[in-house]
């Protein structure tokens, strides 16, 4: 099992895909969510297929994108009519390849591949929409880091992560001691967020603008329209140790480096690949690939630096704020952000398998974190990602202020509510 654990890491990591589960992990005992006092959680549905991104309508319909399709369909869409928390109507489709981003904006439905855009129109209140299938966006293909989240500002713009298919923008990429590519090319294309436009059709990468550089993967972004800004939760480089261990030893290497909470202004450089942020000295620490010793800045004291870190290799795969009223009044106005956990931290435990709170003012959180929703693991300690029995990876609150978190192992979708005594 442990085997197959492991090629089902590799895998994510290579091809940003989500592997079979462990026949073993499936048989542990059934986990139960752990929620702050008043909460509580519900199976909303289960078994749909590896989820990745949620997307929630105004009218509670709630669409899950799935990494591989189900019976040749990608999309599952879902209709709690009565909002009783049981979906009375499930539909999949969209014959496509699985994917990564779904959004509701304007009355379309956009989804993404991992090189590609799409949209498709409502034409009322039905659960599928109707119409036909535009072609919004294509990009290259990539063998990492290709997913396609997804955000809008409402006012014409659409952003795109794209993701450096590196980890530190080595050649060849990750060996020992290869020094990184100065300047690295790859930021010309990758490692950044771009702004197209969200009605223009067959749009291709050189109809875009970068919006902000020096973000080796954003896998959660948001744009948080009360605010008027855009959100990420950036994936910290990995194998500090394993390429560089006269500067890292093993546990140095499974806490570092941070995964950063950003947030995005146009034109930010976050200083990937020369830079790391340090969330314990809250520091930016030059890399190794570019002379760095885990001590020195360098060039990095000029970067953008994030509102906070977590732990390293937590994989953090979803963003969203929280603007309704359901829950207490503390937690107006934050962010909950979904860890899916990494395969990085050998020979210690894997970590983050869980949803984490962020208050907020204004545009700043106003202090550390919380961590909100834990025991998706259904382990106090696992050695392998596909230990876990659930990973959660994707976000939506609906409009009665319910929080829905999705699985992407076995396509599970939680309902989060809160019932004050």
Not at 72 to 98: C, H, K, M, T
Not at 398 to 406: H, K, T, V
Request: net charge negative; charged share 20%.
């Amino acid at each position: 099992m442990k085997k197959l654990a492991y090629l089902a890491a590799v895998c994510s990591l290579l091809m940003a895909c989500d592997p079979q589960p462990p026949k073993a992990a499936l048989a542990n005992l059934e986990p139960s969510l752990d929620l702050p006092q008043g909460f509580v959680a519900e199976v909303f549905a289960d078994s749909l297929g590896y989820g990745r991104h949620l997307a929630s309508r105004p009218n509670g319909d709630l669409y899950l994108r799935l990494s591989e399709p189900k019976k040749g369909l990608s999309i599952v869409a879902l209709r709690d009519s009565d909002s009783n928390g049981i979906p009375e109507e499930i539909e999949y489709f969209e014959e496509l390849e699985g994917g990564t981003g779904v959004k509701f904006h304007q009355g379309y439905l956009y989804f993404s591949t991992n090189s590609q855009v799409f949209r498709r129109r409502f034409m009322g209140n039905e659960l599928v929409p109707s119409g036909e299938r535009e072609l919004i966006l294509s990009l290259a293909e990539q063998n990492q880091h290709a997913a396609k989240p997804l955000a809008f500002d409402g006012k014409g713009n659409m952003f795109v992560t794209i993701g450096a298919p590196s980890n530190a923008c080595q050649d060849p990429d990750r060996k020992p001691g290869v020094p990184g590519q100065d300047p690295c090319p790859l930021l010309e294309q990758s490692g950044g967020i771009w702004k197209f436009s969200d009605s223009n059709l067959d749009q291709h990468f050189e109809d875009g603008e970068r919006y902000a550089t020096g973000i080796r993967h954003a896998v959660g972004i948001h744009y948080n329209h009360k605010q008027d800004k855009l959100y990420a939760m950036q994936h910290g480089r990995d194998q500090l140790h394993e390429f560089w261990p006269e500067y890292y030893t093993q546990k140095e290497s499974a806490e570092l480096p941070a995964e950063e909470f950003l947030r995005v202004e146009e034109g930010s450089d976050f200083g990937w690949p020369y830079c790391y942020y340090d969330h314990k000295r809250k520091v930016k620490l030059l890399n190794p690939e570019y002379g760095g010793n885990a001590d020195s800045t360098g060039r990095c004291s000029t970067k953008d630096y994030p509102l906070m870190g977590f732990p390293g290799h937590w994989a953090p795969n979803a963003l969203a704020f929280y603007h309704s009223e359901q829950f207490p009044i503390s937690y107006r106005d934050g962010a909950f952000i979904a860890f899916h956990g990494s395969w990085n931290r050998a020979p210690f435990p894997q970590q983050g398998y869980r949803v984490v709170f962020v208050p907020f003012s204004g545009d700043d959180p106003i202090s550390g974190y919380q961590s909100f929703a834990t025991g998706f693991s259904g382990a106090p300690e696992i050695d392998y990602p596909g230990d876990a029995v659930y990973r959660p990876c994707g976000l939506a609150v609906g409009p009665r202020g319910n929080l829905f978190i999705s699985d992407s192992k076995v396509g599970r979708i939680w309902r989060i509510s809160y019932q004050a005594n």
